[in-house]
């Protein structure tokens, strides 16, 4: 099956960069997605196929891609971007989607 | 966009639920749409996708042959028929809707809760 691996947890200090990996146990065809989910809220996506930013989201959020690894970039972080953070991508035929197991970021 | 969960609440080991969701401020027609759960203290977890016209359905393993999405363009909603439940179906389900031409969600419902204990 196709698994997604984050790491837990990612601390880092208000104005730093926080990047959150997200791996794939396996080459997909297919884009990742990157959610934002606040305590006791719904997530919110943030990055959409590998690098693209909704509008809304601050430009510091950014995602890149290479090869079976994806990540998720904040610049300049913030209180407010402490949240938990979940990638999603699906398999190589788009028929079964997978979640990350999700990265809780803590700002210092 | 709103979408706009009900229907959960509590039921037993092996009993059913159907959960509902009521879509607006966008043609919903248009859009496929997904059932995303999360269980308590746990990350997010897709149960099931629907295509626009309801042409292709997939599910998780974990609902296979239990959960049955299905939806309902006149009326702008989207429904999870679930049946034998147990405990670990224990979660909030998010209705989700789809992203154009990905397999992403855009949009994401506030949720309900549905608890499965004796």
């Known amino acids: 099956s196709y698994e997604l691996t984050q790491p837990p947890s990612v601390s880092v200090s208000p104005g730093q960069t926080a990047r959150i990996t997200c791996s794939a146990d396996?080459?997909?065809?297919?884009?990742a997605y990157w959610y934002q989910q606040k305590p006791r809220q719904a997530p919110v996506l943030v990055i959409y196929?590998?690098?693209e930013r909704p509008s809304g989201i601050p430009e510091r959020i950014s995602g890149s891609s290479s090869g079976t690894t994806v990540t998720l970039t904040i610049s300049g972080v913030q209180a407010e971007d402490e949240a938990d953070y979940y990638c999603?991508?699906?398999?190589?035929?788009?028929?079964?989607?997978?979640f990350g197991g999700g990265t809780k970021l803590t700002v210092l | 966009v709103q979408l706009v969960e009900s229907g959960g609440g509590l039921v037993k080991p092996g009993g059913s639920l159907r959960l509902s969701c009521a879509a607006s401020?966008?043609?919903?027609?248009?859009?496929?749409m997904n059932w995303v759960r999360q269980a308590p203290g746990k990350g997010l977890e897709w149960v099931s996708s629907?295509?626009?016209?309801?042409?292709?359905?997939y599910y998780a393993d974990s609902v296979k042959g239990r959960f049955t999405i299905s939806r309902d363009n006149g009326k702008n909603s989207l429904y999870l028929q679930m049946n034998s439940l147990r405990a670990e179906d224990t979660a909030v389900y998010y209705c989700?809707?789809?992203?154009?031409?990905?397999?992403?969600?855009?949009?994401w419902g506030q949720g309900t809760l549905v608890t499965v204990s004796s």
């Open positions: 629907i295509s626009s016209g309801s042409s292709y359905i």
């Open positions: 396996a080459v997909s065809k297919q884009y």
């Open positions: 196929k590998d690098s």
């Open positions: 999603q991508s699906a398999d190589s035929s788009g028929t079964y989607w997978v």
């Open positions: 989700a809707r789809g992203i154009r031409y990905g397999r992403g969600v855009d949009y």
């Open positions: 401020g966008f043609t919903f027609s248009s859009y496929s």
